[in-house]
């Protein structure tokens, strides 16, 4: 898995950031999920390699214009662009009513199937045979998010060394070993699959999470998460102010990121008031707390 940053600023765009959005790279880059989608992130995904008829899923944290106003954009150039592969929105109790309208009210006509899921309650919202998505409720103005994506334990692959010392000829009967099955061989020598596979791999994990304040609910959905990106609109210095206005600093990301245990921590959503020169400090105040630290920049992708 990987993350590529599209938007990493807070509130509105700036020359450096623009307004958030996060996509989340799948399956060896052929399939893609988005996490917000504020405003001009289709202009963004053009200095990408991702193809909008490969998203098949938008998670919105919550519905503050720098997280929204990109969709009715980028739902119709998917539309014009030939996708015909359903896409399902996922976001709070609104997210339908203002795409609808947007999309009404413009007259643009979808030619793939969209549909919704309003959130009203914490926990799983998606899971398949490959991946398990958590939702949790922050802290904010409005209702917002954070969603956590858990991939499942993988099989573990096949002990070729194994295979090669018994003396198994290559072909197709390598794929039955490796899904487990008993094969005979035409001499007559059976062999059982668990005999010849590797022990399961543990799945990546990420967890991506709305604007919000300082919360032991975010602690709570990211626990033993891979990475964590985690906005710090605010340096350590304007704590007050980003209590008041509901987001977080980065000491506070910080914070987070140690108390749930994390592997690595993306900070991003930061301010326009702080300058390319200010990013050293910003870096620097949430590293004293979690040393594995790094500070998102549009364009920029994070192995997972
Ligand atoms: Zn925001
Ligand atoms: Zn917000």
Not at 22 to 37: E, R, T, V, Y
Not at 165 to 188: E, N, Y
Not at 225 to 235: I, K, R
Request: charged fraction near 20%; hydrophobic fraction near 40%; include cysteine.
């Amino acid at each position: 898995m990987k993350v590529t940053f599209l938007g990493t600023g807070a509130g509105i765009p700036a020359k450096e950031r623009n307004v958030s959005s996060i996509a989340l790279h799948l399956h060896n880059d052929s399939l893609f999920w988005l996490f917000d989608c504020g405003e001009a992130t289709q202009h963004q995904i053009l200095h990408t390699p991702i193809k909008l008829r490969k998203i098949n899923s938008i998670f919105i944290s919550h519905l503050h214009g720098d997280h929204i106003f990109g969709l009715p954009g980028l739902l119709g150039s998917r539309s014009f662009q030939g996708a015909e592969t359903p896409l399902t929105v996922y976001g709070p109790v609104g997210i339908q009513h203002f795409i609808e309208t947007s999309l009404k009210v413009s007259t643009t006509y979808l030619k793939y199937p969209i549909h919704f899921k309003e959130l009203e309650n914490d926990g799983v919202i998606y899971e398949d045979n490959e991946y398990i998505v958590t939702t949790q409720l922050l802290e904010h103005g409005i209702d917002s998010y954070g969603f956590r994506v858990d991939q499942k334990e993988q099989a573990g692959s096949l002990l070729m060394d194994k295979v090669v010392a018994a003396g198994i000829p290559p072909g197709p009967i390598l794929k039955d070993l490796k899904v487990g099955r008993s094969v005979t061989l035409q001499d007559g020598r059976v062999f059982h699959g668990e005999d010849f596979i590797g022990p399961p791999k543990k799945g990546k994990s990420v967890a991506v999470l709305g604007d919000t304040r300082f919360s032991s609910r975010s602690i709570a959905l990211c626990k033993g998460v891979h990475t964590l990106v985690h906005e710090a609109t605010f340096a350590h210095k304007d704590e007050q102010i980003a209590h008041e206005y509901f987001h977080a600093t980065t000491e506070e990301a910080a914070k987070v990121a140690k108390l749930s245990r994390v592997e690595q921590l993306i900070l991003t959503h930061i301010s326009s008031r702080y300058q390319k020169d200010d990013m050293k400090q910003l870096l620097l105040e949430a590293k004293e707390v979690f040393p594995q630290t790094y500070i998102a920049e549009d364009l920029k992708t994070f192995q997972i």
